[in-house]
């Protein structure tokens, strides 16, 4: 660890850390993170189900939160990659910097380790889920997971976000075999395994939406119900083909043989955005050359300000 990593680490005090753990809800990390207006949507979303945890009181801090505008400025010409991971712009229109590689692992497979990079965030989201997964089914098949984003973010072919380490594709479970890609039905969907995957992360860690294909909904919606879920609680969480009500789980095509999850990430997106005018100073971002320097740089907007806007696969 560098003086000046070790600095930041030193002035985020010893409390620091991720709001997941505490399994406590993105908006009120938010707020701790940021004086910036936030819009209440996502706190229906992630209201827990009826077998979740309470959440456990835990204090918050942003690793930057000590640091003035100017010792940023430091960081990111002399060690930008002291700031962490960085998820610049908007899932559709954005870039990655500082990127984590999801690892190898006994619980999961990647279906492509050169797509594996996410901030760190996302990463550990999902290896929080898959992992939970397996403490509740100790003898579960290997999961395919899917793509993250480039080492450095930007467009992925062919899809049309994935593009700032916000977003992965998980595969399904399926009864007595690992496989990635195949279409999930009635008849091979491990319902208890992926309802357990779906349940984990959509109450424990910050899912902006998941696309699943609609046919694989009901199934799910199902087994959760038998299982003693409130109807009231999973009627916001599944939302089919329809946006009424803003679902966390809408159907988009193509999502029979796994599914996406998009994550906000707290961390990521504030240091970001707090660092924003200092990487575009250093020439760190893409289009820093650009000839109009009274309009606004391509990927000053934020994922924060359009969490109401149309959801992009």
Request: proline share 7%; aromatic share 8%.
């Amino acid at each position: 660890m560098g003086p000046l990593a070790a600095a930041l680490l030193a002035a985020a005090g010893a409390s620091a850390t991720y709001w997941w753990h505490s399994g406590g809800g993105s908006r009120d990390a938010r707020a701790a993170l940021s004086s910036e207006p936030d819009s209440n949507a996502g706190e229906a979303k992630r209201n827990v189900g009826a077998q979740t945890p309470p959440p456990v009181d835990l204090e918050v801090v942003h690793p930057l939160a000590a640091m003035d505008d100017d010792e940023i400025g430091e960081l990111v010409q002399k060690d930008p990659s002291a700031l962490g991971s960085m998820s610049v712009g908007l899932p559709n229109r954005g870039m990655l910097l500082n990127p984590v590689e999801f690892p190898d692992s006994p619980f999961w497979k990647r279906a492509d380790p050169t797509h594996s990079w996410g901030t760190r965030e996302s990463v550990e989201f999902v290896e929080f889920g898959i992992k939970h997964v397996n403490e509740l089914f100790p003898d579960s098949p290997l999961l395919y997971v899917g793509d993250f984003s480039a080492h450095g973010g930007g467009r992925l072919r062919p899809h049309k976000s994935h593009q700032s380490g916000r977003d992965v594709d998980i595969g399904y479970y399926y009864l007595g075999e690992s496989v990635w890609y195949r279409r999930a039905d009635a008849r091979n969907l491990d319902r208890a395994r992926t309802w357990a995957l779906l349940k984990v992360l959509i109450t424990r860690t910050p899912v902006e939406y998941v696309f699943m294909d609609r046919g694989i909904q009901p199934l799910l919606k199902e087994y959760a119900l038998a299982q003693g879920e409130d109807p009231e609680w999973l009627s916001r969480v599944f939302g089919g083909t329809s946006k009424a009500g803003d679902p966390i789980v809408r159907h988009r095509a193509g999502h029979a043989t796994h599914f996406h999850v998009r994550f906000e990430n707290p961390t990521a997106e504030l240091t970001a955005r707090r660092s924003f005018a200092w990487l575009e100073q250093a020439g760190l971002l893409p289009g820093h050359r650009r000839k109009k320097r009274n309009t606004p740089h391509p990927l000053q907007a934020t994922a924060a300000a359009q969490r109401s806007a149309e959801a992009v696969e």
